[in-house]
């Protein structure tokens, strides 16, 4: 599954963390989630908090 977030902007680590759950629920069913078209700001802070996140 492929995630395009043009135009988008993540804004914080709330952001961050919603886009880890999309993928986790994917993940859970085998599903492979790619997310593409972040701008430079949002990708360095998607690498930076991705999968370190508490969810609940």
Do not use: F
Request: hydrophobic fraction near 45%; charge should be neutral.
């Amino acid at each position: 599954m492929r995630i395009d977030l043009t135009n988008t902007h993540i804004w914080d680590a709330s952001s961050v963390a919603a886009l880890d759950a999309v993928e986790t629920k994917y993940a859970a069913r085998g599903k492979m989630v790619t997310v593409v078209e972040l701008n430079e700001r949002s990708a360095e802070l998607h690498k930076s908090l991705a999968g370190r996140l508490a969810s609940h």
